[in-house]
């Protein structure tokens, strides 16, 4: 796991409190396996904007369903 695939668990995990952090996988569907509400959504949003200083709109949220799917989104974002 990689700094940021490593700092999106933990943000993760700071916003769903009752995740147990060890149980967050890259491979976890958000609001599936993970069980976040669409304000849990938008509380690890503004996390990962003010984290990354990155603005993430509405339309890439909808495509995001895992935890890789996040640190991939900042990837790109950072590299472009």
């Known amino acids: 796991m990689d700094d940021i695939e490593s700092r999106v668990v ?13 149980n967050i996988q890259l491979s976890s569907k958000i609001v599936e396996d993970l069980g976040a509400e669409s304000l ?4 690890m949003i503004a996390l990962l904007e003010d984290e990354f200083g990155m603005e993430i709109t509405d339309e890439q949220v909808e495509k995001i369903q895992t935890v890789q799917d996040v640190a991939d989104f900042i990837r790109q974002q950072k590299a472009s």
């Not at 933990?10 to 060890?22: C, G, H, T, Y």
């Not at 849990?40 to 509380?43: A, C, S």
């Open 40 to 43: 849990d959504i938008y509380d």
């Open 10 to 22: 933990e943000l993760v995990a700071e916003v769903l409190v009752d995740v147990n952090k060890e």
